[in-house]
């Protein structure tokens, strides 16, 4: 079912993980339900136990449903092999599990998504791996950081909050070089514009609840490993019993055959709605590393090949009643967590919690989603509640 690399992503997302003859000709993988997986013979159960079978011999370990999904995500992402999580969440704490012990040193981007950093600050410390964060534009400066017990190096580019684009390939090669593992959170280019393996990491998380999924409708994560990483990671999850649900695995494979057109659409609002969103005079700075005065800018275009459609925008400084006012008059942007969905969100977000590079405005920060409506539609909504906000502040 794994396409020769000869083909196109956009091929890819099209056939992988489909094989019509196998299910009386439907064209999608079926959802597979099931824990028992019967043998009918002893040696037929004992082969369905060797590890070369591509299969399972328990339903906890998947079904074909699952295996179709976690083959085009490895072939989308570059790696070896990759395995679904019930949410993206789980798959970024588990993979760390898998390759972290007692008395290991981890390094986090100070960018890192919340509830990593809560992960890696409670779970991860309390059994004993020491946890350092590092400025997310350290590049090849992170080896000021790096010591020869260092065994996870995380990244996260761009970061989902405040947008910085971070210089995987550099970090990578500092990071082997002691013999770190490097793990990427890649949700927000999503397999189709960045491909961690072709820059240095060694395991790369999506969350699918995002653009994999695209419609807000399942929670799902997969963690893809190359060859150094895969058995690790693979042992661990097995240790955890974790699994996910076929409707949610059903749901990933469909998202994925649509990902390509969606995200171009995704990618070309986000520009357009980031762009007007600089020129008002209520803003204070736009977040987007596809616009070329963002300082992410250079390295985007270099390692990227597109843009999603999340950025955040830094206001002015405004009283809560502007705030209020700005919420009360988008018509357009829903108020929610999450991302990666057909739909337009506007998040007023925390500020964001820093301990190696400050955060220093002080104005609200918006995270902002651009979804599939018309981008003239979005942009006249946007901007008449800024000049509302504007007015009532
Ligand atoms: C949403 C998100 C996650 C977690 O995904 P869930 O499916 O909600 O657990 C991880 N990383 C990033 C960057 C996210 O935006």
């Not at 997310?136 to 580019?157: D, K, M, N, Y």
């Not at 995270?367 to 008449?384: P, T, Y």
Request: some cysteine.
């Amino acid at each position: 079912m794994a396409l020769p690399h000869t083909f196109d992503c956009d091929t890819h997302l099209v056939h992988a993980g489909r094989d019509p003859s196998s299910h009386a000709g439907m064209v999608n993988t079926p959802a597979f339900r099931g824990s028992t997986i019967i043998s009918k013979s002893l040696n037929e159960w004992e082969s369905r136990k060797l590890p070369g079978n591509p299969y399972a011999s328990y339903g906890r370990f998947g079904t074909p449903t699952t295996r179709a999904l976690e083959t085009a995500v490895a072939a989308l992402e570059g790696g070896h092999n990759a395995l679904v999580f019930p949410s993206g969440l789980a798959a970024i704490t588990h993979s760390l599990l898998a390759l972290l012990r007692a008395g290991d040193h981890a390094l986090f981007p100070d960018s890192i998504y919340g509830p990593t950093r809560s992960f890696a600050l409670g779970v991860l410390q309390r059994m004993g791996v020491q946890v350092e964060f590092y400025d997310p534009c350290a590049g090849a400066g992170i080896a000021t950081q790096l010591q020869p017990h260092t065994r996870v190096v995380f990244v996260e580019s761009p970061g989902s909050a405040t947008f910085e684009v971070q210089d995987v390939p550099a970090i990578a090669l500092a990071a082997h070089r002691v013999g770190a593992f490097v793990v990427m959170d890649n949700t927000w280019a999503s397999p189709l514009f960045f491909k961690p393996f072709e820059h240095g990491v060694d395991l790369s998380i999506q969350a699918a609840t995002k653009y994999i999924v695209g419609h807000s409708d399942a929670l799902l994560g997969v963690a893809t490993a190359n060859e150094r990483t895969w058995r690790l990671l693979q042992q661990a999850t097995h240790d955890f019993g974790q699994t996910a649900g076929p409707d949610d695995i059903y749901l990933a494979l469909r998202g994925l055959r649509s990902l390509s057109v969606r995200l171009h659409r995704h990618w070309e609002n986000g520009v357009l709605l980031a762009e007007s969103m600089a020129r008002h005079p209520m803003v204070e700075r736009v977040l987007h590393p596809a616009l070329p005065g963002d300082p992410g800018h250079a390295l985007w275009r270099r390692d990227f090949r597109g843009a999603s459609g999340l950025f955040a925008v830094a206001l002015r400084p405004v009283p809560r009643a502007a705030l209020e006012a700005f919420f009360d008059h988008l018509e357009l942007f829903g108020i929610g967590l999450s991302w990666g969905g057909y739909e337009s969100l506007c998040l007023p977000m925390d500020t964001p919690t820093r301990t190696v590079r400050p955060w220093t405005h002080t104005g609200p920060l918006l995270r902002i989603h651009a979804g599939l409506e018309s981008c003239n539609d979005l942009v006249h909504d946007m901007q008449a509640a800024l000049n509302r906000l504007q007015h009532v502040a």
